[in-house]
């Protein structure tokens, strides 16, 4: 497997372990301010009533670990289970020193790699020492190597980050509207895949401020309504095209609607493998329209995840819907019109 | 039977995972092939593989786009591809099991 590849799974390892504690922190925050919406303005919004208040310290902890996890799982894919320690603590460092997701994602690799190394240089030790190796070797001296190199990567990286927390919050009028186009675009571009989770990610990365606490951002309000039309759009166009699909796809787009409704994009999956050349441009067209339509609009979103549960979480709900239906009817539209009737012999 | 083992994994863990599992059980269904396919999916490890099942199997075929645990199949026949590939391109990667052009992994 080439080196790339190799870099993309480790992160991927990470996403996987820390993306639950995005979802459920972030909704639990959500919740709360929606509880709370009464006390808009005060300076105890969000944690006024009691119930409120539960869910938004409750939810804040589960996100202030997100970055830990993140870096300890791709520490963990590296170097297995000696590499979880160190790259907890790597991510931990790098949110209490500012460096932010960035940092996190060095950290673990850092981590990893440090205990990667220990472990070939301690390979060829007898048996006999094996519980040295386990005990000491590995977590007291790969942790303290870690810190160490973690000085350094805080050094170099907190700036930069504080940098582009600054330039992601300036964005305004065409350069927000182009962003959010661009996000919604990435999105639809492989519904899962490696494009996907990079906008995504960056996405999720935009609710955190640059001292590491929760705020709401019109980027992840983009990715949350542009998620939302790709595989909803394909569901409605066998519904308004029914000729055009045969019956499997019919039978995938009855699912893709509620897909399109959970924030799923892999419901598209089927439609891209039929007609490539013809869904593939529509979902992109119509997922960059929702996400530009949402950051002209101004829409902010405190959820790290779309689909119609989190309708109330945006700042703006008509607008938010207004968008995610253009965009839903563009790409439907499109793929209506590049598609040609389905050949019954087509079926075998 | 000739059998096949396999594993997918994604990140979100949701539904690619269980995608390439079914385009590949469907792709070795085709030719023939006995196939048991592990997803490790967001809800943990499902249909594990048994040590016998990958003493058992002529060839192993991994779809992920995270890690998986691989020391387990040293020394069989295996291919790994992306998710995105076993999904789109199971009979091609049937094909290649069939012609038994693989490379024996080394953990």
């Known amino acids: ?348 | 039977m000739q059998k096949i083992v396999g594993v997918t994994a994604c990140p979100a863990g949701i539904a690619h995972t269980y995608m390439a599992a079914e385009s590949i059980e469907q792709a070795a269904k085709k030719l023939g092939y006995e196939i048991k396919m592990e997803t490790n999916g967001a809800s943990g490890v499902e249909n594990r593989l048994t040590e016998k099942d990958i003493e058992e199997a002529v060839a192993v075929i991994i779809a992920a786009d995270t890690s998986v645990e691989m020391k387990r199949f040293h020394g069989k026949p295996l291919i790994e591809v992306s998710v995105g590939e076993a999904i789109r391109k199971a009979d091609i990667i049937m094909n290649q099991v069939k012609s038994g052009d693989i490379e024996i992994y080394q953990s």
């Open chain 1, 1 to 348: 497997m080439s080196k790339g590849s190799q870099i993309y799974k480790h992160i991927m390892t990470g996403v996987s372990y820390f993306l639950p504690f995005v979802i459920a922190g972030g909704m639990l925050m959500s919740l709360a301010f929606l509880i709370d919406a009464g006390n808009v303005g005060t300076k105890t919004y969000g944690s006024t009533i009691p119930l409120a208040a539960w869910l938004l310290e409750t939810g804040k902890i589960a996100f202030s670990l997100m970055l830990p996890i993140l870096a300890g799982f791709v520490a963990f894919s590296i170097a297995d289970r000696p590499g979880i320690l160190p790259g907890i603590v790597a991510g931990m460092v790098a949110q209490s020193g500012g460096s932010g997701f960035i940092g996190a994602i060095l950290g673990g690799f850092v981590a990893g790699y440090i205990i990667y190394l220990l472990k070939k240089l301690t390979s060829n030790i007898p048996r006999t020492f094996e519980a040295t190796k386990t005990l000491i070797i590995f977590p007291v001296i790969g942790l303290l190597l870690t810190a160490g190199v973690m000085i350094a990567v805080n050094a170099v990286v907190e700036p930069l980050n504080q940098f582009l927390t600054g330039a992601l919050k300036d964005l305004s009028g065409t350069s927000s509207i182009l962003l959010g186009a661009v996000i919604g675009g990435m999105l639809a571009f492989d519904m899962g895949g490696p494009v996907n989770k990079t906008a995504y990610l960056f996405s999720v990365a935009s609710l955190t401020g640059a001292d590491g606490s929760a705020t709401s951002s019109i980027v992840m309000a983009a990715a949350a309504c542009s998620g939302m039309t790709i595989s909803m759009s394909c569901a409605l166009a066998t519904t308004l095209f029914p000729k055009k699909f045969n019956d499997n796809l019919k039978g995938a787009g009855k699912a893709a609607y509620v897909m399109g409704a959970s924030y799923i994009a892999e419901g598209a999956i089927p439609f891209v493998i039929a007609k490539p050349k013809q869904i593939l441009p529509s979902i992109i067209t119509g997922a960059a329209v929702a996400g530009a339509l949402v950051s002209a609009f101004g829409v902010k979103m405190s959820a790290p995840i779309g689909g119609i549960f989190t309708i109330p979480l945006t700042s703006n709900i008509p607008l938010y819907i207004l968008s995610f239906i253009i965009g839903t009817l563009v790409s439907t539209l499109m793929i209506g019109f590049l598609t040609k009737k389905e050949e019954p012999v087509e079926q075998t």
